[in-house]
């Protein structure tokens, strides 16, 4: 949670990593404008429709392919029928980066060509109830990246969402990959520590998650 100290790296199942302080700061400072824009539109950031009815608590825009409960469009067919905003090269750099660094293989990090992604915008007291990534059709990593607020990441197993969990403090700048036999692991966000984040960042409250995915899908 102390910005100034972050705590050591550590891989909590196997192809799960966790980097803490990986971004710098102006690369955070990056991130949030852009998110700033995307989450303007041509689909506005919003809260998702669940399909018995409710809204998750935290708020989303998605990139490149739209999700919804539970699967994947070009269009935001829940929201206002527009196609999402394009997946930009710079981000697909960023992830084969972040992939680079988490498991130190620049030649699988080549190969990893993220299409999408989900930008979420958590206020004090959004979460995020434990549950798969597994409406993409390929089983390439997830590449995690946090700004803002520190929130508890609780990282479970992919038998259920129950115990076995880790329960990590994701803070302003923090990388986290699962992959390989974490890649389906059950995982989600039980509290935002507001007030925790450097408004340097450009987020002057609340927390911000991009997660990058490859879909697997074409058009
Ligand atoms: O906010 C996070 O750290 C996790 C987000 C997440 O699990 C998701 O968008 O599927
Ligand atoms: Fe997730």
Redesign the pocket.
Known sequence: MDALIPAPPSRPAPGAVHLPGWLGLQEQRDLVSACRAWAAGPVPLRHTKLPRGGVMSVQTVCLGWHWQPYRYTRTADDVNGLRVAGFPEWLARLGQRALADAYGDDAAAREYEPDTA?I?F?DGSAR?GM?Q?KDERSAAPVV?L?IGDT?V?RFGNTESRSRPYTDLH?SSGDLFVFGGPSRFAY???TKVFPGTGDPATGMASGRL?L?LRVTGLTD
């Open positions: 989900l979420n958590y995020m549950h990534d995690s946090s929130c990441f994701l995982h989600g966000v998650n997660t």
